[in-house]
Every structure is written in structure tokens, then in C-alpha cells.
């Protein structure tokens, strides 16, 4: 999968832009706060249906307009493709693909597959749990909307509880039915993300498991961690475990068993990563998780995602750059860099020079 071109309206520190992409490597370069990574942001929003960044849809609105437009022209094996975004000043967005109006968040995600690397996911391993379950989660979800599906139902009855049980502490309770009746959504959609995330981390634990011995010849295991010790993965069990709970959730005031505590047990030659992991093991590590990701949608939709590198070379040494390099040689990837000699480049590379929100050169 490709993309061709992107055009942005009042987007970021842009006011009216197009870029036209190569299929394989594109640079994009300059100093820094010139909108390097506004580009990757317009292209992954396309993706996720927001940003990977932004906490609102409004900080990505050129400061004094009311509203933003992008396009992206995108091309699969089977077919091409027209994005439009309008992103309104009121919080209104509006997702269109083909001319046909994208409702749901879930509809949009099976589109346009990217897997975006930046700096922060070389804390993968070592960073928190939660760093973890968004790459899961962000890999699942882009290949099965159900997933997503599922994961929104779970996080909105899981409030609902956590918002009950403060009431019931409040109250003194020592159980309550309509606890029962969440714990019973939450053990059905818990099932559910069960299932997809242990297919999901064994396949992402083969992918990984093969470029970490490529790239440093340790062994590296990624495995899945559950927030909870039910006595089985279908929903029964589950509830049960949820319901055992009961008395300790009210004491706590919030919700303390789940798949919202899911974690990845990383090891590398047997040992724990995130404890006894150097520093470069653990680098090693999170790049090779994040190149699988790639190659688990490549595997699952037979499409390989669109690579949107973010100022990551200058955080590679030379041997994992090469690696990386030759991994991405045949793939369409955007990389954002102030230095231009870190990326090689051959016949098919684009060269974007950013200055001030605009391409001021390109070659
Ligand atoms: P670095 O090399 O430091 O990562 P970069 O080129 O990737 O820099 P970006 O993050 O793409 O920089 O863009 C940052 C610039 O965009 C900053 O100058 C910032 O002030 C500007 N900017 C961010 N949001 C808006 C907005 N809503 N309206 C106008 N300008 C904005
Ligand atoms: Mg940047």
C-alpha cells in the first residue's frame, strides 16, 4: 500500500500545501519546529482517525482559523483511494473515503494501514504497561474494527463501573447487583479482546522473535501478560473472577482486575527485558516489536503499511541504521530528520525540505 499525494488547508503550521510522494523512501527534512512531523501527523490521522499526538482535534487547526481540510490520495493492491478530512473549530470532524461519509471510527480504520515509529516507542519495553496495550491495541485494531468495537463497549461499561463503585464506597456497600450486570458486559467484551490480543502477540512474538536474531542474535520473547488470573479465557470464568472481586473493587473505589491491567512479558535470552535488558538490548528490542508490527499487518492483510519514521535514524546506532535501511529499502516510507546523511538514498528517494510550513524544496 501507497501514498501518492497529501494536500493541507490550514492544517498545523500550514496554510495551503500538496505533497506528491515516491513509493519507497521519502526525507522529509529541516531545521527544527519548521512541521516535519505535521506531515507524518496529517498522514497517521488518515490512519487512526486521530493523532498521535494531539489531545484535541482543535490543537491541529492553524491558530486563528476556524477550520482545517487535508486529502490524501492513497492506493492498495486493489483499488485507489480519496480521503478528505474537515476538521471543525466546534470539535466537528468529518471523514470522507471515495465521497462516502465515514460514521464510525471503526469503519475508517481498515483503510489506510501505517505503523508510525518515534522516538518514545524506543521506551516500549521499558516504559509503562499502558505503552504496551496501545501497541496492541493500535495493531489489532487497524486489521479488525470489531476489535475496536469491542475495546470502545469495554471502556465505557469499565467507567460506568469504576463510576459506581465510588458510590458504593461512599455508601458502605459490600456488593450490589448493577455491579453484577457491568461485570457481566465487561466479561463478554473481555473475552473477545482476550482472543484477539493472544493471536495477536503470538504472531507479533514470531515476527520479532526472528529480526531480533537477525539484527543482534539474542533471543527475544514477547509474551501475554493478562490483568487478571480467571480461571479460564471465556466470559464465565471471567465473571466469576470479575465478581470475586467485588468486595475489594468497592474498598479501592475503582476497578482492579481486567484487561485494562493486560501487559507483554518481554524477555531477552530469558531474562526480564524491562529489568535486566542494557539500555541497547532494550532499544534492540522495541525496534524489532516495532518492525513486526509492520510485518504482523503485512501478514494478516497482505498490504505492508506505510512506515512513517519520526526522526528515529539519529536514535539508531550504525548497525540497527543498516538494518532498518534494508528493511525499508522496497517499502513506501516517510522519514522526518534534520540531517540528511543518516538516510541512504537511492534512485526512488524523495528529498522534501521544510521550511516555516512550507516545501521549499524538492529533488
Ligand atoms: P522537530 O525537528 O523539533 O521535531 P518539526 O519540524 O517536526 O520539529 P513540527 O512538530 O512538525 O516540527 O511542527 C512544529 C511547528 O508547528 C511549531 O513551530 C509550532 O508552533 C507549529 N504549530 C503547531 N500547531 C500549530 C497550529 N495549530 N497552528 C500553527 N502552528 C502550529
Ligand atoms: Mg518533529
Known amino acids: 500500500m501507497y ?6 488547508a490550514n492544517f498545523r503550521n500550514y496554510t495551503s500545501e500538496k505533497i506528491e510522494f515516491s513509493p519507497y523512501t521519502n526525507v522529509i527534512y529541516g531545521d527544527n519546529a519548521q512541521g516535519k512531523t505535521n506531515i507524518l501527523e496529517a498522514v497517521y490521522i488518515f490512519s487512526q482517525g486521530r493523532s498521535h499526538r494531539a489531545k484535541s482535534d482543535k490543537e491541529l487547526i492553524k491558530f486563528g482559523e476556524d477550520f482545517s481540510r487535508l486529502s490524501l490520495d492513497f492506493h492498495d493492491s486493489e483499488r485507489d483511494y480519496t480521503a478528505a478530512m ?8 468529518n471523514i470522507k473515503i471515495n465521497h462516502v461519509q465515514i460514521t464510525k471510527l471503526s469503519k475508517l480504520m481498515n483503510y489506510l494501514n501505517v505503523v508510525m515509529f518515534s522516538p518514545e516507542d524506543l ?3 521499558k516504559g509503562s504497561p499502558s505503552a504496551r496495550r496501545k501497541f496492541i491495541d493500535s495493531s489489532v485494531s487497524q486489521l479488525y474494527p470489531r476489535y475496536l468495537t469491542s475495546l470502545i463497549d469495554y471502556h465505557k461499561a469499565l467507567g460506568q463501573k ?5 458510590v458504593l464506597r461512599a455508601k458502605g456497600a459490600k456488593s450490589d447487583m448493577m455491579l ?3 461485570n457481566e458486559q465487561l466479561a463478554a467484551e473481555g473475552e473477545k479482546i482476550i482472543k484477539y490480543r493472544t ?3 503470538k504472531l507479533i512474538n514470531n515476527f520479532s522473535a526472528a529480526i531480533q536474531n537477525e539484527i543482534s542474535g539474542e533471543k527475544l520473547q514477547i509474551s501475554y501478560m493478562p490483568g487478571m488470573r480467571a480461571s479460564g479465557d471465556d466470559k464465565d470464568s471471567i465473571y466469576e473472577y470479575l465478581e470475586k472481586n467485588q468486595r475489594r473493587e468497592i474498598d479501592l473505589a475503582s476497578a482492579q482486575v481486567g484487561v485494562q491491567r493486560d ?5 531477552i535470552n530469558g531474562s526480564e527485558a524491562k529489568i535486566y535488558g542494557s539500555q541497547g538490548q532494550q532499544r534492540t528490542s522495541a525496534l524489532s516489536m516495532k518492525i513486526a508490527q509492520a510485518d504482523y499487518i503485512h501478514h494478516i492483510k497482505s498490504e505492508y503499511p506505510i512506515l512513517l519514521l519520526d526522526d528515529i535514524m539519529s536514535e539508531l546506532d550504525i548497525n540497527r541504521r543498516m538494518y532498518l535501511s534494508q528493511k525499508i529499502r522496497d517499502k513506501q516510507v516517510l522519514i522526518t530528520s534534520t540531517d540528511t546523511d543518516l538516510i541512504e538514498s537511492t534512485d526512488n528517494t524523495k528529498l522534501f525540505k521544510i521550511k516555516n510550513g512550507s516545501v521549499v524544496r524538492e529533488e
Open 162 to 166: 469504576n463510576s459506581l463503585l465510588k
Open 3 to 8: 501514498i501518492s499525494s497529501l494536500s493541507l
Open 199 to 201: 493471536d495477536f502477540v
Open 263 to 267: 501487559d507483554l512479558h518481554i524477555t
Open 123 to 125: 521506551e516500549l519495553v
Open 86 to 93: 474537515q476538521l471543525m473549530k466546534n470539535g466537528r470532524k
Open 180 to 182: 453484577s450486570v457491568w
